[in-house]
């Protein structure tokens, strides 16, 4: 295998007493809380930008932590988006190829029941 092809991983682990743990547990679970209400409301319908001021109060973070979650939610829907306009021409080439070769005869049918 060649030095180009080598692909590095660095994890750093912090090593913190039990009470910054579980601190630093809950925040994590606060933040993913939001991310996971906020993609929600975007799937509702809802404009994320439009929500800031009731999430500030209703989950008691600051405008930046707000954004961090907008753009983290706007992400996923930008990849989601682009994954499944590469699916469906994925999936319309299988189709092309197979009725190719079932208009030559060459696809044999399996029964799997």
């Known amino acids: 295998m060649s ?29 993913s809380t939001i991310v996971r209400t906020l993609f929600a409301s975007a799937m509702a319908g809802h404009v994320v930008r439009s929500l800031k001021k009731d999430f500030l109060v209703r989950f008691g973070i600051t405008a930046r ?8 939610i706007e992400g996923k829907i930008k990849s989601i988006r682009q994954l499944t306009a590469q699916r469906i021409q994925s999936l319309k080439e299988c189709i092309d190829k ?8 060459r696809i044999r049918v399996k029964r799997w029941w």
């Open 3 to 31: 030095e180009e092809a080598l692909i590095h991983t660095y994890q750093t682990r912090i090593n913190v007493g039990p009470a910054l743990d579980q601190t630093l547990g809950l925040y994590a679970r606060l933040m």
């Open 65 to 72: 932590q707000f954004n961090a979650c907008c753009v983290e």
């Open 98 to 105: 197979r009725e190719k070769r079932l208009a030559k005869g």
